[in-house]
């Protein structure tokens, strides 16, 4: 008998191309899905412009809108009174806007009035700001009684009237004040309100949430069940609802069903956490009460600044403030306190008309949910041999390498602006005037990094690339819902919704090795199941790139092309499955370089682009000497009259502590006749070991700030504007630094009481600041050109006279 041995064959379940040393499998012929991923890309670049576009505030309605209605254009005749000339705390443009808005609001109804006294607010730190402020309260009394008013918790609606002193704050802040106003007419139009609504126009924001500090220590939030703040930061654009306070689930609530363009997102609140950045609602906030704070942010050059003029605010903006503000109080009206306070809330709007929300507790289940359905998919495809660990970490590595890459070449980029334009270090936070330019090259860029990406990603098979993909998702869901939930959103959706298109390319191991999808119906399917997540992120991302980008600035332009590139990873298996070009990478990079050559071309000073600068003398009989300094980056030609060419650099933190650390153009000025600021015991007494001496500095000129500086260590405690700091407090708010410095505005005078050792001397420097050149200063240096400005972010906002002395008391 013979017997036969039949050979067991081993087949590879990767395939044929697929044994090891093979190399990757042959990519398949695109043609046949090219119109398909065509169409797709185009459909998702559609809904990202349609997304951008949805921001526009809604246009300004007339003086002919319904009288119960909010129209820009009556709020635009409180605005022209309102932002004359720049009206900083202490000043008689100060005076006479406070002046107009107690009449005005006593004229529509409201009962009014004038809560004045002196406030320190040592959360700002030091130098810690100090200033006697008058907050006008305008309340609108309820119509219901006790028994339909709820439990009465009136709704406090705050926007600050003070400007800074080189602008006339039409934006900042006299639109959201003279829509206060207009509010208030609307309110009693339509027949008033159940709850009292108190209209709050705070004092002294400019220099540290002074006017809202006050109120809460002379007021009080107990009657108020929510704080509602109005801002701007620039001259233009949407609304955008960017901070609340906890447990904001039902205030999000009201503000979408009150708003017929709400924009807002929980993105916004979580950066703007970490930035140092305050306003009158952090006030609010730190003291618990629920709220939300809302400003428009674009127009930037326009921001603390003489060109914050009603002829550059855009009207359609103030539009925006005010239905925002009317919708508001009528949807909150009648409403229990508890109704005002809940969960926190995860929430974004939809192309400015929708705002989707929901608690933030379901953040983490839902993230739970998609990361188990993404890991099951993978698990599967895996054991049916559709996918290879290795290539899916390899591919998930161009992913997450994509917006490293990105924002490194955008960095770069920037580099080499500045290398090229040194002049935009004299702009405010660098911030270029042409800045499309330089956003369009920062758009090459991504183009660029994402093509690139996708090129390496044809390496893998279809399913390995998209699975790679998916992956960087997931691990990025991970991280910012252990980190920041309220972005988790971001990923959340797109992934969600790219999970079917993983399991269609997966559900079959021909086509997941690359052998298709074929041409026809299937390559459709493919192209649109695929299109699914790129479209739910091109929704969310896009135009918060925008808005990302107008907040953090150009020079930061790279955290926004991170952003935006995380963003669009979700779309590299669409752009993977067109036909390869090596030379689009290439293209885009030489795209992106003449971008930006373009712009810093551009660039430059001349009639509507005024050249930042800044000029400041001081006197001081400290040193026995006579300065001029500026913050710029070089002398331009007014300023190096009396700088020269090339002005030796020096600290002048004696002055601008702690700021001044940084290296100023320094040069030695004629020695004027300036009177000293004096120092003057008011009350010296020593009891128990402890020496308690009062005293006054003052101006004997019309100084706008006064600045007390002291050396720590003696102190035990001081009071300032009825604040008593201890020693803990005093090293906590100067960050452990040698000297504690105070600073007073809008007087000639104020006081400063300290604890010291028995029988301890204190030494007191002291120096008063006028702004503007007095005429016998201007005269060594001539006057300004009219094609400069005043910096807007300086040492001081204005050209300034200084003179320093010290007393031992």
């Not at 006299?174 to 829509?179: E, H, L, M, S, T």
């Not at 500026?630 to 601008?656: C, E, K, M, Q």
Request: with cysteine.
């Amino acid at each position: 008998m013979t017997t036969t041995t039949s050979a067991q064959v081993k087949v590879d379940p990767a395939g044929p191309g697929d044994a090891p040393g093979a190399g990757p499998a042959k990519a398949p012929a695109p043609g046949r899905r090219t119109p398909a991923l065509l169409v797709a890309l185009a459909l998702v670049a559609l809904l990202g412009t349609l997304a951008t576009l949805a921001l526009r505030p809604p246009p300004a309605k007339g003086t002919d809108a319904p009288r119960a209605e909010f129209s820009a254009a009556r709020a635009a005749g409180h605005l022209t009174e309102i932002a004359r000339r720049p009206h900083p705390l202490g000043s008689a443009e100060h005076t006479r806007v406070r002046d107009y808005l107690v009449a005005t609001a006593r004229a529509l109804g409201a009962e009014v009035e004038v809560r004045s006294g002196e406030v320190a607010q040592p959360d700002m730190g030091s130098p810690i700001p100090a200033a006697t402020v008058h907050n006008v309260v305008a309340r609108l009394p309820g119509t219901g009684g006790p028994d339909s008013r709820g439990d009465g918790k009136a709704l406090l609606l705050v926007a600050h009237y003070d400007s800074v002193p080189n602008g006339p704050g039409a934006a900042d802040n006299g639109a959201a004040v003279a829509a206060l106003l207009e509010t208030l007419r609307a309110l009693k139009e339509s027949g008033g309100v159940r709850n009292d609504v108190v209209l709050l126009f705070t004092d002294g924001e400019e220099l540290g949430a002074l006017g809202a500090e006050f109120f809460v220590r002379d007021h009080g939030l107990d009657e108020f069940g929510a704080v509602l703040n109005w801002e701007a930061r620039g001259s233009g654009g949407p609304l955008m609802m960017f901070e609340t306070g906890e447990g904001n689930l039902p205030l999000i609530d009201a503000f979408a069903e009150a708003n017929p363009r709400p924009v807002a997102n929980s993105l916004a609140y979580e950066v703007y956490k970490h930035l140092p950045n305050d306003s009158d609602f952090t006030v609010f906030r730190d003291e618990g009460v629920a709220g939300l704070n809302s400003a428009f942010i674009e127009g930037f050059h326009d921001y603390h600044s003489r060109s914050d003029t009603v002829e550059q605010l855009d009207r359609d903006s103030v539009q925006h403030h005010g239905d925002a503000m009317l919708g508001m109080v009528r949807a909150l009206d009648g409403a229990d306190a508890d109704d005002f306070r809940g969960a926190n809330a995860v929430y974004f709007d939809l192309f400015a008309r929708v705002l989707v929300h929901y608690p933030a507790t379901w953040a983490p289940p839902l993230a739970g949910v998609t990361l188990a359905l993404l890991g099951g998919l993978l698990g599967w495809a895996v054991r049916r041999f559709a996918l290879r660990p290795r290539q899916l970490a390899a591919a998930a590595g161009v992913a997450l390498g994509a917006p490293v890459a990105a924002g490194g070449v955008a960095h770069g980029l920037w580099t080499l602006a500045l290398l090229l334009a040194p002049d935009l270090a004299a702009l405010p936070l660098a911030e270029p005037y042409g800045r499309g330019w330089f956003v369009a090259a920062f758009g090459a860029v991504v183009g660029g990094v994402l093509l690139g990406a996708a090129r390496l990603l044809r390496r893998f098979r279809p399913a390995e690339a998209a699975g790679g993909v998916l992956i960087f998702a997931g691990l990025l869901l991970a991280v910012l819902t252990l980190v920041l939930p309220g972005a988790g959103y971001l990923v959340q959706w797109p992934l969600l919704a790219a999970l079917p298109a993983l399991w269609w390319t997966c559900r079959t191991r021909e086509r997941a090795k690359g052998e298709g999808p074929p041409g026809g119906r299937e390559a459709w399917t493919g192209a649109l199941l695929w299109s699914a997540g790129p479209a739910v992120a091109a929704v969310l991302f896009v135009p918060l790139t925008g808005s990302l980008l107008t907040a953090l600035g150009i020079p930061l332009g790279s955290v926004a092309v991170v952003f935006v590139t995380a963003g669009a990873v979700s779309a590299l298996p669409l752009l993977a499955g067109l036909p390869a070009n090596g030379r689009s990478a290439a293209v885009a990079a030489g795209l992106a370089l003449a971008l930006l050559g373009t712009g810093v071309a551009g660039e430059g000073f001349g009639p509507g682009r005024p050249r930042p600068d800044s000029l400041l003398y001081v006197r001081d009989d400290v040193t026995g000497e006579a300065l001029w300094f500026s913050a710029d980056p070089a002398p331009d030609a007014w300023t190096r009259r009396v700088l020269g060419d090339d002005p030796r650099r020096a600290p002048v933190s004696d002055y601008f502590p702690p700021r001044g650390d940084e290296p100023a153009m320094v040069a030695k000025a004629p020695r004027l006749d300036i009177p000293r600021p004096t120092v003057t015991v008011v009350d010296d007494r020593t009891g128990g070991g402890t020496r308690t001496v009062r005293f006054r500095a003052a101006s004997q000129r019309p100084a706008w700030r006064i600045q007390v500086r002291l050396e720590r260590e003696p102190l035990a405690a001081c009071t300032v504007a009825g604040t008593r700091l201890d020693r803990a407090a005093l090293e906590e708010q100067t960050g452990g630094a040698e000297d504690v410095v105070f600073h007073h505005y809008g007087a000639r005078g104020f006081d400063i009481s300290c604890e010291v050792p028995a029988g301890t001397r204190l030494a007191v420097d002291v120096a008063d600041f006028t702004l503007g050149l007095t005429s016998h200063v201007s005269e060594l240096v001539g006057p300004r050109p009219r094609d400069t400005v005043p910096v807007a972010f300086g040492f001081l906002p204005e050209d300034s006279v200084i003179a320093r002395t010290t007393e031992t008391i």
